[in-house]
């Protein structure tokens, strides 16, 4: 069943591509039911769907992003040196005082810490890794994991190696316009691993506006910095966007 759903959303998908194909690509779906589904669908997705990547959620039923269950479909993506790009989800346990946007946030750092500390990130480096909402919590979290982690593992994982698997993530700029969200996020990777985002259509048009309006009110970055963000670093991620 879930093949069939991730089928025809896949397909549908491609249908307003090829309809608009100057305005809209479009990420695959997969079904996690069982890996041969996931990896027949990638490959019809991208191979005769021409479709521009992969999403995926933070959590799969619990387990998370860069755990060992997923390595053979990340084995295919990192072969095909695809785009995956990870939206959070609600974790397995809920606190029903923390607000939605709360845990969305934890949940994406959850996942980039599972990818960088199982050695994931490292492993399938060709994989191009989008984590959406700026990383959640992850740049206000990123130096304390640098430093603190290796005394924990004594020694398995050096703070040179978390720092640099954190800035190969990319990372996109949703809900993320404010002074101190960008201000961070440009420490953490600089402008050429960020992206715009917006969460349309559950954003209204003033929210959109409105941030629009703070990315460029923010004086931490260059014109060049800016237009990396808005949409050079999208184009080379998506180099068939460029022709469209």
Request: charged share 20%; net charge neutral; with cysteine.
């Given at each position: 069943?879930?093949r069939?759903?991730?089928?025809?959303?896949?397909?549908?998908?491609?249908?307003?591509?090829?309809?608009?194909?100057?305005?809209?690509?479009?990420?695959?779906?997969?079904?996690?039911?069982?890996?041969?589904?996931?990896l027949?669908?990638?490959?019809?997705?991208?191979?005769?769907?021409?479709?521009?990547g992969?999403?995926?959620?933070?959590?799969?039923?619990?387990?998370?992003?860069?755990?060992?269950?997923f390595?053979p479909?990340?084995?295919?993506?990192?072969?095909?040196?695809?785009?995956l790009?990870?939206?959070?989800t609600?974790?397995s346990?809920?606190n029903?005082?923390?607000?939605?946007v709360?845990e969305?946030?934890?949940?994406?750092?959850r996942?980039?810490?599972?990818?960088v500390?199982?050695?994931?990130?490292?492993r399938?480096?060709?994989?191009?890794?989008?984590?959406?909402?700026?990383?959640?919590?992850?740049?206000?979290?990123?130096?304390?994991l640098?430093i603190?982690?290796p005394?924990?593992?004594?020694g398995?994982v050096t703070?040179?190696?978390?720092?640099?698997?954190?800035?190969?993530?990319?990372?996109?700029?949703?809900?993320?316009?404010?002074?101190?969200?960008?201000?961070?996020?440009?420490?953490?990777?600089?402008?050429?691993?960020?992206?715009?985002g917006?969460?349309?259509?559950?954003a209204?048009?003033?929210?959109?506006?409105?941030?629009?309006?703070?990315?460029?009110a923010?004086?931490?970055?260059?014109?060049?910095?800016?237009?990396a963000?808005?949409?050079?670093?999208?184009?080379?991620l998506f180099?068939?966007?460029?022709t469209?």
């Amino acid at each position: 069943t879930a093949r069939r759903h991730a089928r025809q959303i896949n397909e549908a998908l491609a249908e307003v591509v090829a309809e608009y194909p100057g305005r809209f690509a479009a990420f695959a779906v997969v079904p996690h039911d069982d890996m041969d589904s996931t990896l027949r669908e990638i490959a019809y997705a991208l191979d005769v769907l021409k479709l521009d990547g992969v999403c995926t959620s933070t959590n799969i039923r619990g387990t998370y992003i860069g755990d060992p269950i997923f390595d053979p479909w990340m084995a295919e993506l990192h072969r095909r040196r695809a785009v995956l790009f990870i939206h959070p989800t609600m974790p397995s346990v809920m606190n029903p005082a923390v607000p939605p946007v709360i845990e969305f946030s934890f949940d994406s750092a959850r996942m980039i810490m599972n990818m960088v500390l199982s050695g994931a990130k490292r492993r399938f480096s060709d994989i191009k890794v989008i984590s959406t909402h700026g990383g959640g919590a992850m740049p206000s979290l990123a130096h304390r994991l640098a430093i603190v982690q290796p005394l924990v593992s004594k020694g398995a994982v050096t703070t040179q190696q978390i720092e640099e698997d954190l800035r190969s993530f990319y990372y996109d700029l949703t809900s993320c316009m404010g002074e101190v969200n960008l201000a961070a996020a440009m420490r953490l990777t600089g402008s050429r691993k960020l992206l715009m985002g917006f969460d349309y259509p559950y954003a209204p048009e003033t929210m959109m506006r409105e941030e629009i309006e703070r990315f460029f009110a923010f004086d931490g970055m260059a014109d060049a910095d800016r237009s990396a963000i808005t949409t050079g670093n999208a184009l080379a991620l998506f180099p068939r966007l460029a022709t469209r």
